[in-house]
């Protein structure tokens, strides 16, 4: 068993990049593009990137996608982000969403967990 079969989120951290490393091998000119794109949006701006993840967070709560709420987890704490900030952010997305984000928030405090922010 690997180290990361007993942490769901590095499991999906590590489904993720497989994903991606998989669809780059059969479309790789898409996936060129949507990644120059991808982290296009992510660079600082008017907006800060920190706060693109966390934005990018709320939304993958109430998009019910447990890939990306770790990978948002993730790369809100490598922009910076606070376990507070990420649980608020949490909490804003539980507001615009209603009772089914706040249980999809589940996933936010177990990637914390895991994480060793919680």
Same mark, same amino acid.
């Given at each position: 068993?690997?180290?990361?079969?007993?942490?769901?989120?590095?499991?999906?951290?590590?489904?993720?990049?497989?994903?991606?490393?998989?669809?780059?091998?059969?479309?790789?000119?898409?996936?060129?593009?949507?990644?120059?794109?991808?982290? %296009?949006?992510?660079?600082?701006?008017? *907006?800060?990137?920190?706060?693109?993840? &966390?934005?990018? +967070?709320?939304?993958?709560?109430?998009?019910?996608?447990?890939?990306?709420?770790?990978?948002?987890?993730?790369?809100?704490?490598?922009?910076?982000?606070?376990?507070?900030?990420?649980?608020?952010?949490?909490?804003?997305?539980?507001?615009?969403? %209603?009772?089914?984000?706040?249980?999809? *928030?589940?996933?936010?405090?177990?990637? &914390?967990?895991? +994480?060793?922010?919680?």
């Amino acid at each position: 068993m690997s180290e990361h079969e007993e942490n769901e989120t590095m499991k999906k951290l590590d489904e993720v990049n497989d994903t991606m490393q998989t669809l780059g091998k059969y479309f790789p000119d898409i996936m060129k593009s949507f990644l120059t794109y991808f982290q %296009g949006v992510d660079k600082p701006g008017t *907006i800060d990137t920190k706060t693109k993840k &966390l934005i990018s +967070l709320a939304i993958s709560i109430n998009e019910k996608c447990s890939w990306c709420v770790a990978y948002y987890v993730n790369k809100a704490i490598e922009a910076g982000a606070t376990k507070e900030e990420i649980l608020e952010t949490s909490m804003v997305a539980m507001k615009m969403g %209603g009772g089914p984000s706040l249980m999809h *928030i589940r996933w936010v405090l177990d990637a &914390l967990g895991e +994480l060793g922010k919680l």
